[in-house]
């Protein structure tokens, strides 16, 4: 069970063979979104990233540039972090494999493995695909000869390795899955888990012929194969990442680990058994999410057809692209990236909705009561209880991980206020003397209900909904979960209308 109170999420770390494209950028927004949740609940929260360096792949990357591994990884993991810091990305600490303080660590575990007596010497042959940086069997190969996610050549590889008793984690991993039936989510996604550990084997953990990892500290002539070196960097992050304060106690074991459905099978069955084999806590969760798609197919290297999020970024905010994935890609499955897609979002429901809607409510209240927010008359009971709900609902829709669930609820209240400006019709009020506590009610109703909303929505446009907030004479920085409920706001607050929140933006076309 997770410790209430604290959250520790991860994200996977990214290869620097590539740049980073909108699937990298995809795991990293939701995991923001949920860390930013869990902040504003008043969680003690951890949220890690970062770039896994090591291994051939990077090495032949680094090699096809006429740069040295070093090099290569030092210019292209800045470059995440780069562009994680344009986005204003929330992590707590942004790790690399080839950190010295990391590398030490996962030679401390792999010790405590081979201590237990789980790892042995032995000759492997398999079919090797360098982008997967892993070993496949005859009957896994596409058409007797290519990689079933790459449909690249796999090449023959044959090497003295040390391998990793994965077999005798067999059962434990199942007992594990009965026991922790959110281990991995969605459910199905527990299934697929279940079935792979059902038939798991042994698993090379060292390579001989190459250099570009981390030395096996009793066996220096193998480097480790770098999934283990990657995965481990979720626990040895925690000993170095605040400076001199080791937060492994604080923080371990991660509440949530977030990952898209092509690493599940190290995620969920790997990971847990080197981690019961060094006698380490396991993971309270993880949460496997599906692919971006454009035209039908995964945006990868391999296929070509990746996006660099950084032009819609300035075209249209980070906010934008952050509601963009999160509302259109239900977390947990595929789902399609499309200029079309992403126009209409942003122009229809950001623009039109939730934009117009803080501009008409501040308008209004600038317009009839001189820019003071009228204090509330108390006849909107109704209204008071839905808020409630809606709370509750985007509360328990982030229990379960479901970013996108939680997305729709809040938006259902953005909804039901425009809803209820054309049902109050306060323009129509204003013109009747007698009718002013209809309109005072009409008017604090609205600046209170959006006062909610965008507080909701705060993980998921954290600049929009500060300035909404202040636009609405709210303290708007990093608004807390608490502040959410119905009659939080700060009384006598005076709005102050600005530019729009989300303008509007001519496409290319026009
Ligand atoms: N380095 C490994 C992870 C090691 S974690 C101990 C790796 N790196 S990766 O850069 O290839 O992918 C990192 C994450 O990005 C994965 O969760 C992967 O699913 C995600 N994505 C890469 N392309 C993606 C899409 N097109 N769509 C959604 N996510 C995708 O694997």
Same mark, same amino acid.
């Given at each position: 069970?997770?410790?209430?109170?604290?959250?520790?999420?991860?994200?996977?770390?990214?290869?620097?063979?590539?740049?980073?494209?909108?699937?990298?950028?995809?795991?990293?927004?939701?995991?923001?979104?949920?860390?930013?949740?869990?902040?504003?609940?008043?969680?003690?929260?951890?949220?890690?990233?970062?770039?896994?360096?090591?291994?051939?792949?990077?090495?032949?990357?680094?090699?096809?540039?006429?740069?040295?591994?070093?090099?290569?990884?030092?210019?292209?993991?800045?470059?995440?972090?780069?562009?994680?810091?344009?986005?204003?990305?929330?992590?707590?600490?942004?790790?690399?494999?080839?950190?010295?303080?990391?590398?030490?660590?996962?030679?401390?575990?792999?010790?405590?493995?081979?201590?237990?007596?789980?790892?042995?010497?032995?000759?492997?042959?398999?079919?090797?695909?360098?982008?997967?940086?892993?070993?496949?069997?005859?009957?896994?190969?596409?058409?007797?000869?290519?990689?079933?996610?790459?449909?690249?050549?796999?090449?023959?590889?044959?090497?003295?390795?040390?391998?990793?008793?994965?077999?005798?984690?067999?059962?434990? %991993?199942?007992?594990?899955?009965?026991?922790?039936?959110? =281990?991995?989510?969605? /459910?199905? &996604?527990?299934?697929? !888990? #279940?079935? $792979?550990?059902?038939?798991?084997?042994?698993?090379?953990?060292?390579?001989?012929?190459?250099?570009?990892?981390?030395?096996?500290?009793?066996?220096?002539?193998?480097?480790?194969?770098?999934?283990?070196?990657?995965?481990?960097?979720?626990?040895?992050?925690?000993?170095?990442?605040?400076?001199?304060?080791?937060?492994?106690?604080?923080?371990?074991?991660?509440?949530?680990?977030?990952?898209?459905?092509?690493?599940?099978?190290?995620?969920?069955?790997?990971?847990?058994?080197?981690?019961?084999?060094?006698?380490?806590?396991?993971?309270?969760?993880?949460?496997?999410?599906?692919?971006?798609?454009?035209?039908?197919?995964?945006?990868?290297?391999?296929?070509?057809? %990746?996006?660099?999020?950084?032009?819609?970024?300035?075209? =249209?905010?980070?906010? /934008?692209? &952050?509601?963009?994935? !999160? #509302?259109? $890609?239900?977390?947990?499955?595929?789902?399609?990236?499309?200029?079309?897609?992403?126009?209409?979002?942003?122009?229809?429901?950001?623009?039109?909705?939730?934009?117009?809607?803080?501009?008409?409510?501040?308008?209004?209240?600038?317009?009839?009561?001189?820019?003071?927010?009228?204090?509330?008359?108390?006849?909107?009971?109704?209204?008071?209880?839905?808020?409630?709900?809606?709370?509750?609902?985007?509360?328990?829709?982030?229990?379960?991980?479901?970013?996108?669930?939680?997305?729709?609820?809040?938006?259902?209240?953005?909804?039901?206020?425009?809803?209820?400006?054309?049902?109050?019709?306060?323009?129509?009020?204003?013109?009747?003397?007698?009718?002013?506590?209809? %309109?005072?009610?009409?008017?604090?109703?609205?600046?209170?209900?959006?006062?909610? /909303?965008?507080?909701?929505?705060?993980?998921?446009?954290?600049?929009?909904?500060?300035?909404?907030?202040?636009?609405?004479?709210?303290?708007?920085?990093?608004?807390?979960?608490?502040?959410?409920?119905?009659?939080?706001?700060?009384?006598?607050?005076?709005?102050?209308?600005?530019?729009?929140?989300?303008?509007?933006?001519?496409?290319?076309?026009?």
């Amino acid at each position: 069970m997770p410790v209430p109170g604290r959250f520790y999420i991860t994200t996977p770390i990214y290869y620097v063979n590539a740049e980073p494209h909108v699937g990298h950028a995809y795991t990293t927004i939701m995991s923001d979104i949920l860390a930013r949740h869990h902040r504003q609940r008043g969680d003690d929260t951890f949220f890690l990233t970062g770039t896994d360096e090591h291994g051939d792949k990077i090495a032949r990357a680094a090699a096809e540039l006429g740069r040295s591994p070093q090099e290569h990884t030092d210019v292209i993991s800045a470059r995440f972090r780069d562009l994680w810091g344009t986005f204003g990305l929330s992590h707590d600490f942004f790790i690399r494999t080839t950190d010295a303080a990391h590398k030490a660590g996962v030679q401390a575990v792999l010790e405590r493995i081979h201590a237990a007596g789980d790892i042995y010497k032995s000759t492997y042959g398999g079919w090797y695909c360098t982008s997967c940086e892993a070993f496949y069997t005859e009957d896994d190969l596409v058409d007797g000869k290519l990689c079933p996610q790459h449909g690249r050549p796999v090449e023959w590889v044959e090497e003295e390795n040390w391998f990793f008793r994965l077999s005798a984690y067999r059962d434990r %991993l199942l007992a594990l899955y009965d026991a922790n039936p959110t =281990f991995v989510r969605p /459910a199905h &996604r527990l299934n697929e !888990a #279940r079935r $792979i550990a059902e038939a798991v084997e042994d698993i090379s953990i060292s390579r001989a012929n190459v250099t570009w990892g981390v030395p096996v500290p009793w066996d220096p002539e193998h480097v480790v194969y770098v999934w283990v070196d990657a995965l481990l960097n979720y626990y040895t992050a925690l000993a170095y990442a605040i400076g001199d304060a080791d937060v492994t106690e604080r923080f371990w074991p991660p509440d949530l680990q977030v990952l898209g459905k092509d690493i599940l099978k190290f995620h969920a069955v790997i990971w847990p058994a080197l981690l019961m084999a060094a006698g380490i806590e396991v993971p309270h969760g993880l949460y496997i999410h599906g692919f971006v798609l454009k035209g039908g197919e995964r945006l990868s290297k391999t296929t070509g057809n %990746l996006i660099d999020p950084l032009p819609y970024v300035e075209r =249209f905010g980070i906010d /934008a692209l &952050r509601w963009y994935l !999160a #509302r259109e $890609i239900r977390f947990g499955e595929d789902g399609p990236f499309s200029d079309e897609g992403f126009d209409g979002r942003y122009h229809s429901e950001l623009a039109n909705e939730l934009g117009n809607l803080l501009n008409r409510t501040v308008s209004m209240i600038e317009r009839y009561r001189g820019g003071d927010v009228p204090a509330d008359p108390g006849d909107d009971g109704a209204l008071a209880a839905e808020v409630t709900e809606r709370v509750a609902a985007v509360t328990a829709a982030f229990d379960s991980a479901d970013v996108t669930g939680a997305a729709e609820e809040a938006w259902k209240l953005v909804r039901r206020l425009n809803q209820l400006v054309e049902e109050r019709a306060p323009w129509t009020l204003a013109r009747d003397d007698a009718r002013a506590r209809e %309109l005072d009610q009409a008017l604090s109703s609205l600046a209170e209900g959006l006062r909610v /909303a965008v507080t909701l929505l705060w993980p998921y446009m954290p600049g929009s909904s500060e300035r909404a907030l202040a636009s609405l004479g709210q303290p708007a920085e990093s608004p807390s979960l608490v502040s959410a409920a119905w009659g939080g706001g700060v009384a006598g607050a005076r709005v102050a209308l600005t530019g729009p929140l989300f303008p509007r933006i001519e496409t290319e076309a026009a």
